[in-house]
């Protein structure tokens, strides 16, 4: 018998911009990271990497860590995530709540069958 495969993290529709800009413009994981905690649009970057037609420009992965060094004063961040594993950890997140918020409803209804039998005795 075949093992069962792990089902892919589903990527969020919200973060799938990321990667595709990080295809797109060859963007490190890194460079991505920062981009998204500068609060850039994925799909505003096609403007700031015009870099071949318009030379005064940075290339996009030194203008962004560039503004990545004058806004937190470092070059790169302290840990740096994939949108892979940012999308399974939002996705454990939600799972974990989703079973404590289950186990909270179970909860009550096995404290009043305890109440009631302790009382009965």
Same mark, same amino acid.
């Given at each position: ?52 037609? !318009? ?19 470092? !070059? ?34 096995? !404290? ?10």
């Amino acid at each position: 018998m075949a093992k069962k495969a792990e089902k892919p993290t589903k990527i969020p529709p919200s973060l799938q911009p990321w990667i595709e800009a990080r295809r797109r413009f060859r963007l490190s994981h890194a460079h991505v990271q920062m981009a998204r905690e500068l609060g850039l649009n994925p799909q505003k970057l096609g403007k700031l990497a015009n870099h071949d037609q !318009e030379p005064w420009k940075q290339p996009l992965p030194d203008f962004i860590v560039t503004l990545y060094m004058k806004h937190f004063e470092r !070059e790169r961040p302290e840990t740096v995530k994939t949108i892979e594993q940012i999308a399974a950890a939002k996705q454990a997140k939600k799972q974990a709540k989703k079973a404590a918020k289950a186990g909270a409803q179970q909860q009550p209804g096995q !404290e009043a069958a305890a109440q009631e039998a302790s009382a009965a005795k």
